[in-house]
Nanobody, 125 residues
Framework: QVQLGESGGGLVQAGGSLRLSCAAS????????MGWFRQAPGKEREFVAA????????YYADSVKGRFTISRHNPENTVYLQMNSLKPEDTAVYYC??????????????????WGQGTQVTVSS
């Protein structure tokens, strides 16, 4: 069983930055593809960014490309989401997710096996 815990959310003005962290339990974290998703009120959960097990391959939603960066530090079982140039439409609960196998990145929610509890990001205009 893998447990994920997000942190780093908060309130920021438009144009500002936040860095989300997701700490994972488990000795095999370094083999897990990881992803970030978000869900705004009244909307479905949507893909944000994904990274493969080594960190060598990443993939982003068009809406965040060029503004967000996903990275991971396997020795510390942590994945990050650096968010720059934030917009009010980025306001959502952000979730990290882990997939227990696979060599690539994955961008649909059903491909992930484990989820964190989420962290709120609010961007004011």
């Amino acid at each position: 069983q893998v447990q994920l815990g997000e942190s780093g959310g908060g309130l920021v003005q438009a144009g500002g930055s936040l860095r989300l962290s997701c700490a994972a339990s488990g000795r095999t974290f370094s083999t897990y593809p990881m992803g970030w998703f978000r869900q705004a009120p009244g909307k479905e959960r949507e893909f944000v960014a994904a990274i493969n097990w080594s960190g060598g391959s990443t993939y982003y939603a068009d809406s965040v490309k060029g503004r967000f960066t996903i990275s991971r530090h396997n020795p510390e079982n942590t994945v990050y989401l650096q968010m720059n140039s934030l917009k009010p439409e980025d306001t959502a609960v952000y979730y990290c997710a882990a997939r227990s196998s696979g060599g690539s990145y994955y961008y649909t929610a059903h491909e992930y096996d484990y989820w964190g509890q989420g962290t709120q990001v609010t961007v004011s205009s």
